[in-house]
C-alpha cells in the first residue's frame, strides 16, 4: 500500500467527487486509471471529534456507481451464505477485518470493534469492502477482491478517459 499526501489539487477534485468539502482527509491510499483520487484514507475521527470509523473511503462516482449497480444483483446476500460454508473464505474475511481494526486503531483508537462493509460476520456494503482491497493488495479482502473482479466497467470503462 502506498499513501500519498492529499495536495490541493486533490482537495478540490475530491470535493467535486462527492459534492462537498471532505471531512477528516489524511492521505490518498489508490487513484483510479484516469489519475484522480478513488480512494481516501480518513482519520478515525471527523474534525469535531465524532468517531468515524470507516477508515477506506471511495470516492469516484464513476466507480461508486459501478459498485451500486452490482449490489443490485443481488451478489452480497451469496457472499453472506458463502461465508457460513466456506471456513477459508470466513477466516480470509476475518483477517480482513483484524487487519482494518489494527491499522485504525493505530491511528487513534475508537474503543469499537466495528469496520466497514458488514466485516466480518456479514457483506453489506461493496462500497467499502473495494475500497479496502484497492487501498491494499490483492488478497487483503477476499470479497473487495471479487466484487472488483465483477465490475465490468471500470478501470477501462468510463472513469478513465475523465478526470
Ligand atoms: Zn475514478
Redesign the pocket.
Given at each position: 500500500m502506498t499513501l500519498e499526501p492529499v495536495t490541493a489539487d486533490d482537495r478540490a477534485v475530491i470535493a467535486t467527487?462527492l459534492g462537498r468539502e471532505p471531512r477528516a482527509l489524511r492521505a490518498i491510499a489508490a487513484?483510479?486509471?484516469?489519475g484522480?483520487?478513488?480512494v481516501v484514507q480518513t482519520n478515525p475521527r471527523l474534525e469535531d471529534g465524532t468517531p468515524f470509523p470507516t477508515l477506506y473511503y471511495l470516492?469516484?462516482?464513476?466507480?461508486a456507481a459501478a459498485i451500486s449497480t452490482l449490489e443490485t444483483t443481488g451478489v452480497m446476500k451469496d457472499m453472506t451464505e458463502r461465508l457460513s460454508s466456506d471456513p477459508d473464505l470466513a477466516e480470509a474475511y476475518q483477517r480482513a477485518h483484524e487487519s482494518y481494526l489494527a491499522e485504525r486503531d493505530a491511528l487513534d483508537p475508537l474503543g469499537t470493534q466495528v469496520t466497514a462493509g458488514g466485516m466480518p460476520g456479514r457483506v453489506k456494503c461493496l462500497h467499502a469492502l473495494v475500497a479496502h482491497s484497492l487501498a491494499t493488495t490483492p488478497g487483503h479482502n477476499p470479497f473487495g477482491d471479487e466484487a472488483l473482479a465483477l465490475l465490468t466497467s471500470?478501470?477501462t470503462g468510463d472513469?478513465?478517459a475523465?478526470d
Open positions: 467527487q487513484r483510479c486509471p484516469s484522480h483520487p478513488a470516492t469516484c462516482p464513476r466507480l471500470w478501470p472513469c478513465a475523465v
